[in-house]
T-cell receptor
Framework: GAVVSQHPSRVICKSGTSVKIECRSLDFQATTMFWYRQFPKQSLMLMATSNEGSKATYEQGVEKDKFLINHASLTLSTLTVTSAHPEDSSFYIC???????????FGQGTRLTVV | GNSVTQMEGPVTLSEEAFLTINCTYTATGYPSLFWYVQYPGEGLQLLLKATKADDKGSNKGFEATYRKETTSFHLEKGSVQVSDSAVYFCALILDSGGYQKVTFGTGTKLQVIP
């Protein structure tokens, strides 16, 4: 099946710094990528949807200036958490979709801890 | 809006027991239905899917049937193993004007004890 690689798998950063998470589709071109956040004991929450070459569409309540998403190519999307704070600590997962496919393929996730 | 409701966990079973994890959904339109599995420390993996009513998805001994009349997609396995311990997410995907959204349930943690 299609492979989505997400990096890094774990990151610890100091409060006030920025962290970049990469999501790559390794063997297919992803026309659309999705970014999710998972809170403990809660479901995945969609943060934003990005289509290659255009601005991301953010879900209500997600700060676009804080969570910067770039989808510069058909195989790479990045999520940058700017000026991170402890409440941003969470598990972030990306997924990618091939045009016309019904399922979404997920990255391994990134555990972000802000201290 | 769309929503997915699945049974709360954790579910604790002995090895070789029968597993059912209930999942019901509401959706405007005709969604595709999925079960994803998340092993500890890993991302989500597709377990099985069904794209239309009465379809049965199956993989690794797990099965789920798309029941439109009851808007359900319950996950079953006849004999669980310790290696099945994970969190299971029911999800629906709906295309709307070329824009696709995935709606997840809250996840059900399964613990299988030897």
């Amino acid at each position: 099946g299609a492979v989505v690689s997400q990096h890094p798998s774990r990151v610890i950063c100091k409060s006030g710094t920025s962290v970049k998470i990469e999501c790559r589709s390794l063997d297919f071109q992803a026309t659309t990528m999705f970014w999710y956040r998972q809170f403990p004991k809660q479901s995945l929450m969609l943060m934003a949807t990005s289509n290659e070459g255009s601005k991301a569409t953010y879900e209500q309540g997600v700060e676009k200036d804080k969570f910067l998403i770039n989808h510069a190519s058909l195989t790479l999307s990045t999520l940058t958490v700017t000026s991170a704070h402890p409440e941003d600590s969470s598990f972030y997962i990306c997924s990618a979709r091939v045009w016309g496919a019904t399922e979404a393929f997920f990255g391994q996730g990134t555990r972000l801890t802000v201290v | 809006g769309n929503s997915v409701t699945q049974m709360e966990g954790p579910v604790t079973l002995s090895e070789e027991a029968f597993l059912t994890i209930n999942c019901t959904y509401t959706a405007t339109g005709y969604p595709s239905l999925f079960w994803y599995v998340q092993y500890p420390g890993e991302g989500l993996q597709l377990l099985l899917k069904a794209t239309k009513a009465d379809d049965k998805g199956s993989n690794k001994g797990f099965e789920a049937t798309y029941r439109k009349e009851t808007t359900s997609f319950h996950l079953e396995k006849g004999s669980v193993q310790v290696s099945d311990s994970a969190v299971y997410f029911c999800a629906l995907i709906l295309d709307s004007g070329g824009y696709q959204k995935v709606t997840f349930g809250t996840g059900t943690k399964l613990q299988v004890i030897p």
